[in-house]
Nanobody
Framework: QVQVVESGGGSVQPGGSLRLSCVAS????????MGWYRQAPGKQRELVAS???????NYGDFVKGRFTISSGDAKNTVYLQMNSLKPEDTAIYYC???????????WGRGTQVTVSS
């Protein structure tokens, strides 16, 4: 049973930074893509950033150089470094792990990020 677990959320003032971590465990397979999505109250879930097993990254337009996604040394681990946070970044951040060869896609339960003065 694959489990995706996020950590690192919290409250921060505008202009601050947070680092989110995500690990997908319970499988010997390597994910093809891992990504971060977010959902604010009353809004649809949107892509924040993703990274393939080959290291190709993709970011939402709103990131504009403020966030960086990276893979960890451990299998199926991904990080999201968020700098210059804004109040509009407040949302629940979800990690997604896609295992293309196994036709499986798994979501974490999310971690709350709140940016407020």
């Amino acid at each position: 049973q694959v489990q995706v677990v996020e950590s690192g959320g919290g409250s921060v003032q505008p202009g601050g930074s947070l680092r989110l971590s995500c690990v997908a465990s319970g499988t010997i397979a390597r994910s093809s893509t891992m990504g971060w999505y977010r959902q604010a109250p009353g809004k649809q879930r949107e892509l924040v950033a993703s990274i393939t097993s080959g290291g190709v990254t993709n970011y939402g337009d709103f990131v504009k150089g403020r966030f960086t996604i990276s893979s960890g040394d451990a299998k199926n681990t991904v990080y999201l470094q968020m700098n210059s946070l804004k109040p509009e970044d407040t949302a629940i951040y979800y990690c997604n792990a896609d295992f293309r060869l196994a036709s499986q896609n798994h979501w974490g339960r999310g971690t709350q990020v709140t940016v407020s003065s």
